[in-house]
């Protein structure tokens, strides 16, 4: 197996080390996710960036923790979930929506329910959603802004899980207690 090493800002290739001496500001440690990604400067800082305009996109906590999750579980990444039920913890998110997305059962409301399939459809058509399910989601009250906005939460989630794959990224002890196990479900 290719061995990937978890860079700090003294191993880092050129053009990485001032990525993850943000990241350090920003999370109180280097992220095994982007101490492995550093190797690439170019992916770190796509990733970084793409990061925090999910983030500030229009949906809110439990939208984007919907998003997030549901790529993540559909990709089952050891490192994403629990690193995303964390996050979600930290963002004051219900507990019954991180457990529904971890578990595959239904969420607490309509409207995030029909945001997790939307978003399913999206990972796993390619994109290529039909009109009934663009419709579907845009009736739960969700728009054509937000069908866009998907697609950039995909494409954050495409980077992270992606790398952990390939890296077998370990999860960092702040998450391990939220450790996961589960494979996609069928929702």
């Known amino acids: 197996m290719t ?10 290739p050129e053009g990485s080390a001032e990525l993850l001496a943000r990241s350090r500001k920003q999370n109180g440690m280097i992220p095994g996710l982007h ?13 970084q960036q793409v990061h925090q305009l999910f983030f500030d996109s229009s949906f809110d906590k439990d939208e984007t923790t919907v998003v997030w999750q549901s790529v993540n579980v559909e990709h089952a ?3 994403c979930v629990p690193a995303h039920t964390a996050i979600a913890h ?17 969420l607490p409301n309509e409207r995030l329910e029909a945001l997790r399939t939307f978003t399913l459809a999206v990972v796993r058509d390619r994109g290529d959603v039909d009109e009934a399910g663009v419709q579907a ?10 069908v866009l906005e998907v697609v950039l939460g995909v494409s954050q989630k495409v980077m992270s899980n992606y790398t952990n794959h390939l890296a077998r990224t370990p999860v ?4 391990q207690k939220f450790a996961w196990d ?5 929702v």
């Open 3 to 12: 061995e990937f090493t978890l860079h700090d800002e003294t191993t880092a």
């Open 90 to 106: 930290a963002m004051k998110v219900d507990a019954a929506i991180t457990d529904a997305l971890r578990d595959g059962t239904p």
């Open 137 to 146: 989601f845009l009736d739960a009250g969700f728009t054509r802004r937000q």
């Open 77 to 79: 990444c050891h490192y």
């Open 172 to 175: 960092d002890e702040p998450f």
């Open 182 to 186: 589960g494979a996609p479900v069928a």
């Open 35 to 47: 101490a492995t990604m550093a190797e690439a400067p170019g992916l770190l800082e796509a990733y």
